[in-house]
């Protein structure tokens, strides 16, 4: 039976994707290399491992709204699940290499992009979580099938660089935001009696009025 590991060697922005989509390079070898491998049917969890990189007192302080106070991150600081992927791999005997795509998400309401914008530079330290079906031929050249152990697993930690520039080339100078109904048709209406032209400049309006008062 198959003995599969996996590495990830790299990752990188995908250009002219639908939307924001990293592409890491995964490196995928059997323990035989004489074996034939038809094709694998992987799947992979891919979970943020918050507690192995250091964090400057600017980041800690956007990353109240995830851990709560930094006095409490003895206890609030836990990895946490970021997504999943899939990917078919072809035939190969020995080792290949194939690129794992992963879309990604500028929802601000979303934990991983709360973590990921709020950190100034570094690494982002990554796990991946393997499973899947391996289809392969035994000695007798006959179709065999097995799984992939649940103990397959890899880490890899992602320049915050290259997650910055997917956002810049996909979302240049802009991020989104994701509001309730009644509050998009308040803030709408404010626009419009007002007369102003673009939601930026609405949305600077309501702040000075804010400043005013607080002041």
């Known amino acids: 039976m198959p003995e599969l590991s996996f590495s990830v060697e790299g990752a990188e922005s995908v250009p002219y994707a639908i939307a924001p989509t990293l592409g890491f390079k ?58 999943h992927a899939s990917v078919i791999v072809p035939a190969f005997q020995g080792s290949t290499l194939i690129e794992l795509l992963v879309p990604c998400t500028f929802d601000f309401n979303v934990a991983a992009t709360k973590y990921f914008e709020g950190l100034d530079d570094g690494e982002i330290p990554l796990q991946f979580l393997f499973s899947g079906t391996v289809f392969y031929t035994d000695e007798s050249e006959s179709l065999q099938i097995a799984p992939i152990s649940w103990e397959q697993e890899a880490k890899y930690r992602l320049a915050v660089k290259t997650w910055r520039e997917m956002m810049d080339t996909y979302y240049p100078n802009a991020v989104w935001l994701n509001v309730r109904r009644d509050v998009f048709d308040r803030l709408n209406a404010y626009k419009t009696q007002r007369g102003i032209p673009t939601w930026e400049q609405a949305l600077e309006c309501m702040l000075r009025s804010e400043e005013a008062v607080s002041r």
């Open 26 to 83: 995964l490196r995928v070898a059997n323990a035989n290399p004489a074996e034939t491998i038809h094709t694998v049917a992987l799947r992979c969890q891919i979970q943020i491992d918050v507690t192995r990189r250091r964090y400057t007192a600017d980041e800690q302080a956007r990353m109240r709204d995830l851990f709560g106070e930094p006095e409490r991150w003895s206890r609030t600081l836990r990895g946490f699940l970021w997504t």
